[in-house]
């Protein structure tokens, strides 16, 4: 694609792809050196909606961005206050204010691709990524167009899951996974009791303070602004068959299916098949473009549109995360 030219602030941006073959992302890249990204997008906000909308994710690079405080300053010119990060399901340090390390587990394990917090009943419709240190090796973000993964499941078997719904079972242990305190940002058993109420969870106190909820949600939804139809769950995701092999067995020996700490099921409570979920994991690789990280990139996805995940990786990595513009399940039409 050819360069686009700004009137107002007389800059020349180049427009591509990091793969031809998949529309996703858009790369946006300064034909001037040391250009400041929070200019280009405050003078260039029209653009960078309807390319969003249009392919899901841009990425910004050879832009003059340094660290956490640029990158919230973005967020807020793009989709207003960064979010907070609430029931949680991946380990995350706070950087600053909103803006938090991307997930951090070990670099061996590679992250499944989904859709943040899809399991919620409130998400962010906006995610964004920037790499402050690139890994030596490895450390790619995968992304997937999820119109592209709704369009290549079975529609016998997307009508299954329209019929039944998915559930997320959740087993908050103090020993393995992510303890509810963490999860839900309080140590008040009131205040989880509360927000669960609030958002249709079911709570279940048991032996020794563990924490279990169940809750069943919608895995395909419409896009409150194009009006597509989206893949947006974590049924694959929180599945145990995505984990390894050697991990899925040693878990299954100490747990049944329901106190795993995240494991899936049908929304009536029957399993999943393995083979819908493998079926599933294939559609999103078929969709998959992996962005090779450079130093200073910022990664922008309607996280609706788009699924992301990580590949493992050696040596050092850090990128960092910021969410941004609330949407809620119920009220899909608006954004809060």
């Known amino acids: 694609m050819s360069g686009i030219f700004n009137p107002e602030s007389n800059t020349l941006v180049k427009i591509s792809f990091l793969n031809p073959d998949q529309k996703l992302p858009l790369v946006v890249e300064p034909m001037v050196e040391g250009l400041n990204l929070h200019s280009w997008a405050t003078s260039n906000r029209e653009f960078i909606e309807s390319q969003l909308l249009q392919y899901g994710g841009l990425l910004f690079r050879n832009f003059n961005v340094n660290g956490s405080s640029?990158?919230?300053?973005?967020i807020r010119i793009l989709s207003g206050e960064p979010l907070e990060y609430r029931e949680r399901?991946?380990?995350?340090?706070?950087?600053?204010?909103?803006?938090?390390?991307?997930?951090?587990y070990p670099a061996e394990q590679k992250i499944a691709m989904h859709c943040e917090n899809s399991y919620q009943e409130n998400w962010p419709m906006r995610i964004f990524f920037h790499c402050i240190t690139p890994a030596a090796i490895g450390g790619e973000t995968p992304i997937a167009d999820t119109r592209k993964v709704f369009n290549r499941i079975d529609p016998q078997i997307r009508q299954r899951f329209i019929e039944k719904k998915v559930m997320y079972i959740r087993n908050y242990y103090d020993f393995l996974g992510l303890p509810w305190q963490t999860v839900f940002q309080t140590a008040d058993k009131a205040e989880v009791e509360e927000y669960c109420q609030k958002n249709d969870i079911e709570v279940e106190w048991l032996e020794g303070g563990h924490l279990r909820t169940k809750v069943v949600r919608e895995p395909i939804l419409k896009h409150p602004q194009?009006?597509?139809?989206?893949?947006?769950?974590?049924?694959?995701?929180?599945?145990?068959?995505?984990?390894?092999?050697?991990?899925?067995?040693?878990?299954?020996?100490?747990?049944?299916?329901?106190?795993?700490?995240?494991?899936?099921?049908?929304?009536?409570?029957?399993?999943?098949?393995?083979?819908?979920?493998?079926?599933?994991?294939?559609?999103?690789?078929?969709?998959?473009?992996?962005?090779?990280?450079?130093?200073?990139?910022?990664?922008?996805?309607?996280n609706m549109l788009a699924a992301h995940g990580r590949r493992p990786y050696s040596g050092s990595r850090q990128v960092l995360v910021g969410m941004g513009q609330l949407v809620n399940r119920a009220g899909l039409n608006s954004i809060i």
């Open 89 to 104: 399901s991946s380990p995350r340090r706070a950087i600053a204010g909103k803006i938090y390390t991307s997930t951090e």
């Open 70 to 74: 640029d990158l919230e300053a973005l």
């Open 226 to 302: 194009t009006g597509e139809d989206v893949w947006f769950n974590h049924a694959m995701f929180f599945h145990i068959s995505t984990l390894e092999p050697e991990i899925q067995e040693g878990l299954l020996l100490a747990f049944q299916e329901d106190e795993l700490p995240t494991n899936s099921f049908y929304g009536d409570g029957t399993p999943l098949e393995d083979s819908i979920v493998e079926e599933l994991r294939e559609h999103y690789e078929q969709e998959m473009a992996l962005v090779l990280w450079q130093q200073g990139d910022v990664l922008m996805l309607d």
